[in-house]
């Protein structure tokens, strides 16, 4: 069973930066991606971030390109996500997520309900 584990939430300033980590475990074939997304209170659930274990390509949503940066680990099954240039609208609890054999379409527009394994979340609260 794939398990997600994410860590690494905690209070910033504006402007500050952060790292997230999303421990990875459980999968059988190396071909899936890793998505970050994130939720704010009163509002959907938006997708960050993803990168594919088969090539390593990235993704970004406008909201955060150029200030957030995914990358991998494959040594340590574990999955980060850079964030620079916080901004109060960056608070919302982050989740990783996986999605199995992805094609580029899906890795492309990062939604919710293509990924089927989801971690408990990690809190970022950025302070003005």
């Known amino acids: 069973e794939v398990q997600l584990v994410e ?58 390109k150029g200030r957030f940066t995914i990358s991998s680990d494959n040594a340590k099954n574990t999955v980060y996500l850079q964030m620079n240039s916080l901004k109060p609208e960056d608070t919302a609890v982050y989740y990783c997520a996986a999605v199995l054999f992805p094609r580029m379409a899906i890795m492309m527009r990062i939604r919710e309900y293509d990924y089927n394994y989801w971690g408990q979340g990690t809190q970022v609260t950025v302070s003005s």
């Open 7 to 64: 860590s690494g939430g905690v209070l910033v300033q504006a402007g500050g930066s952060l790292r997230l980590s999303c421990a990875a475990s459980g999968f059988v074939y190396d071909d899936y991606g890793i998505g970050w997304f994130r939720q704010a209170p009163g509002k959907e659930r938006e997708g960050i971030s993803c990168i594919s274990s088969t090539d390593g390509r990235t993704y970004y949503a406008d909201s955060v």
